[in-house]
């Protein structure tokens, strides 16, 4: 059992007026093999959709069930144990650094879900393995290595939870082409080795068309589409959903109405280089 929303509305109340976020929103995510992209303009959802994931927040109507654990919980229902189910990486996540080392601010994590010292250090050390963080680091203070460096031991300290499902908001916003290609190679790892299922919060429609496999649509808190990454790509009112198309896309479709190419759509510049090598379009 994954994570289902039935029903699912979620207000935000403020001073003077109450904001709807979420209304009616269905759907289904797949404990395992799920690479999810949910995609929209700011303010359609997307966040406040995730934080319902592991229980940041509760629904005002409706019902999520994460993992077998109903929300709303009942009365005394403990939810914490969701956080660690669910991993959920915030937009910079290196800003939530505090430890004197890298090793022990992986650490935390596991200890504050009540791992021994030695539990928590193998999980850390495991993590930090996965996201290419050097042994000789893990004395170093968090603040004085690279932005790049701080994202992944924040990611790290995520992930030496050993979280069933991983949430990313924005993880590759902020860095520069090499260590966007870096980090999101560990995701795709995740996924396709440890069947770790991925829900991504992306404004990058060449890293949604690269990685993802299934879309999700939000506009002004409703799910306007959910589907295959090549339905959507290809669909036939695509423009109704006010998103720009990836940039691998936009130059098979201008070289179609420039010089005859014929159209095949590829979603990653690796696919897209060895089809404008192979193709005869004399």
């Given at each position: ?178 260590g966007r290609k870096d980090l999101m190679k560990i995701f795709k790892d995740l996924h396709e080795i440890e069947h770790k299922s991925i829900v991504l919060i992306s404004h990058d429609m060449d890293i949604v068309s690269e990685y993802a496999k299934r879309v999700i649509v939000m506009d002004q808190g ?61």
């Amino acid at each position: 059992m994954g994570i289902q929303f039935k029903d699912v509305s979620f207000m935000y109340q403020g001073i003077k007026e109450n904001y709807d976020a979420l209304s009616h929103i269905n759907l289904n995510i797949e404990e395992n093999g799920e690479f999810i992209a949910i995609i929209g303009h700011t303010g359609s959802g997307k966040s406040t959709l995730v934080q319902h994931m592991n229980a940041l927040l509760l629904p005002t109507s409706g019902k999520v069930n994460v993992l077998g654990q109903e929300l709303p919980p009942q009365k005394k229902e403990k939810i914490n144990h969701l956080r660690q189910k669910v991993g959920l990486v915030f937009q910079f996540p290196e800003y939530q650094l505090f430890e004197e080392t890298i090793l022990k601010d992986i650490m935390f994590g596991p200890k504050n879900f009540k791992s021994t010292e030695e539990e928590a250090m193998e999980k850390a050390k495991k993590a930090a393995t996965i996201v290419g963080i050097d042994p000789e680091l893990y004395e170093q203070s968090p603040f004085r290595i690279s932005g790049g460096q701080m994202r992944r031991v924040a990611v790290a300290g995520i992930l030496a939870m050993e979280p069933k499902i991983l949430v990313l908001d924005e993880p590759t916003r902020g860095l520069d082409p090499k260590g966007r290609k870096d980090l999101m190679k560990i995701f795709k790892d995740l996924h396709e080795i440890e069947h770790k299922s991925i829900v991504l919060i992306s404004h990058d429609m060449d890293i949604v068309s690269e990685y993802a496999k299934r879309v999700i649509v939000m506009d002004q808190g409703e799910i306007v589409f959910d589907g295959k990454k090549e339905e959507l790509f290809e669909h036939p009112d695509f423009d109704k959903f006010h998103l720009e198309l990836p940039t691998s896309l936009k130059i098979l479709k201008h070289l179609e109405k420039e010089i005859g190419l014929p159209y095949e759509p590829k979603y990653d510049f690796k696919s897209l280089l060895s089809y404008l090598k192979e193709v005869d379009y004399e």
